[in-house]
T-cell receptor, first 115, second 109 residues
Framework: EPEVTQTPSHQVTQMGQEVILRCVPI?????FYWYRQILGQKVEFLVS????????KSEIFDDQFSVERPDGSNFTLKIRSTKLEDSAMYFC?????????????FGPGTRLTVL | DAKTTQPNSMESNEEEPVHLPCNHS???????IHWYRQLPSQGPEYVIH???SNVNNRMASLAIAEDRKSSTLILHRATLRDAAVYYC??????????FGTGTSLTVIP
């Protein structure tokens, strides 16, 4: 069964460093998303991406964040200058074409630890 | 973001049915009702979704009230693997999912 994959599974970085979290969505999907979950808290929407551009973003997704689909398979989230409060699980998700109401398939997540 | 209200936690005995309620009194006519679950240390997983009619799939059933102000996720026979946090989410135009705090389901062997 096709699945969303994410790398790395755990990333440790120093405050102020740039990190890139990588995701490979399901191959025929057209909608891509990033969410984060701070330990013990709820899952929060960050951004959605369709047709090579951001379609929606939350207030969390400020200028420190950017997303890119550099090739036909990868979908990346870049945090330009990490802060302690960026420590969280980051989930990538994708959904199929035809409707943005389709189910979203989530990856296993990347745990980001900012020291 | 459209609001949903769910109990914080529920318990069920293994192999018995579980009814997980969700209130969404401010739902609009175009909102889809989605259910996801999150097993410990995993990403959210799709369970089921619907608009107006009741829906069944291999994982669960979704019963939607006639006025659409509430819905119930039904797991027909709970297993230990069903222990998770269950989220009821309204999906409006656009595609942002707003996860609430969900219902933490404990399955008792």
């Amino acid at each position: 069964e096709p699945e969303v994959t994410q790398t790395p599974s755990h990333q440790v970085t120093q405050m102020g460093q740039e990190v890139i979290l990588r995701c490979v969505p399901i191959s025929n999907h057209l909608y891509f998303y990033w969410y984060r979950q701070i330990l013990g808290q709820k899952v929060e929407f960050l951004v959605s991406f369709y047709n090579n551009e951001i379609s929606e973003k939350s207030e969390i997704f400020d200028d420190q964040f950017s997303v890119e689909r550099p090739d036909g398979s990868n979908f990346t989230l870049k945090i330009r200058s990490t802060k302690l409060e960026d420590s969280a699980m980051y989930f990538c998700a994708s959904s199929g074409g035809g409707s943005s109401y389709n189910e979203q398939f989530f990856g296993p997540g990347t745990r980001l630890t900012v020291l | 973001d459209a609001k949903t209200t769910q109990p914080n936690s529920m318990e069920s005995n293994e192999e018995e049915p579980v009814h997980l309620p969700c209130n969404h009194s401010t739902i609009s006519g175009t909102d889809y009702i989605h259910w996801y679950r999150q097993l410990p240390s995993q990403g959210p997983e799709y369970v089921i979704h619907g608009l107006t009619s009741n829906v069944n799939n291999r994982m669960a059933s979704l019963a939607i009230a006639e006025d659409r102000k509430s819905s119930t996720l039904i797991l027909h026979r709970a297993t230990l693997r069903d222990a998770a946090v269950y989220y009821c989410i309204l999906l409006s135009t656009g595609n942002q999912f707003y996860f609430g705090t969900g219902t933490s389901l404990t399955v008792i062997p």
